[in-house]
């Protein structure tokens, strides 16, 4: 079945810089990429999410790429500010079934 | 998007007794899903409930110990039976569709979650 490994698990950044997290995946088949924000306390929020016919794809400060031959996708936040911190999971899935296989999630800090 | 509300938000169980998590949703949905996620860690899926039929339980999980109920498109219930205290997670409700703009196939919700611990 399929698998997700993410990285890191925990980042710190300086306000205003750049935070990237990456996560890979085992399963060819997986066609749907999907970005969830959790803060303290709450579940889960989609912030974004890619399909595998398209390379890249982006929203204000936040990006998403996809290599489908390397299988691996990425999360870039530009501009980076303190109420983007929270734990952040990458998912994989396809567009065939609700399931989804997450990552182990990165806790990303964003210092002041 | 469609707005879930989970009770209990938290609760502390004894070893051996069981509880029920509500989840209820403002509009009807086709498919509602229960994760766990465990402290610290990433989320699994449990099953997926189904309306006016048994739940699809997920490899590692049965029904035994996590019953589900379904009753109409609103409402769902998981119950964690028999806890000990390596049930200490989060239980997670969710359901299809997303934030306009981000909506399509696969697109989940989650509710805020039920922390649960076990002593």
């Known amino acids: 079945g399929e698998n997700v490994e993410q990285h890191p698990s925990t980042l710190s950044v300086q306000e205003g810089d750049s935070a990237v997290i990456k996560c890979t995946y085992s399963?060819?088949?997986?066609?749907?990429f999907p970005w969830y924000k959790q803060e303290l306390g709450k579940g889960p929020q989609l912030i974004i999410d890619?399909?595998?016919?398209?390379g890249e794809k982006k929203d204000q400060r936040i990006a998403v790429t996809l290599n489908k031959t390397a299988k691996h996708f990425s999360l870039h936040i530009t501009e980076t500010q303190p109420e983007d911190s929270a734990v952040y999971f990458c998912?994989?899935?396809?567009?065939?079934?609700?399931?989804?296989?997450f990552g182990s999630g990165t806790r990303l800090l964003v210092r002041p | 998007s469609a707005v879930i509300s989970q009770k209990p938000s938290r609760d502390i169980c004894q070893r051996g007794t069981s509880l029920t998590i509500q989840c209820q949703v403002d509009?009807?949905?086709?498919?509602m899903f229960w994760y766990r996620q465990q402290p610290g860690q990433s989320l699994t899926l449990i099953a997926t409930?189904?309306?006016?039929?048994?739940?699809?339980?997920e490899s590692g999980f049965v029904i035994d110990k996590f019953p589900i109920s379904r009753p109409n498109l609103t409402f769902s219930t998981l119950t964690v039976s028999n806890m000990s205290p390596e049930d200490s997670s989060i239980y997670l409700c969710s359901v299809e569709g997303g934030l306009a703009g981000l909506s399509g196939a696969n697109v989940l919700t989650f509710g805020a979650g039920s922390r649960l611990t076990v002593l």
């Open positions: 890619i399909r595998s016919n398209v």
């Open positions: 998912a994989a899935g396809m567009d065939s079934s609700y399931k989804l296989i």
């Open positions: 399963d060819s088949a997986s066609n749907y």
């Open positions: 409930a189904n309306q006016g039929s048994e739940a699809t339980y």
């Open positions: 509009s009807q949905v086709t498919m």
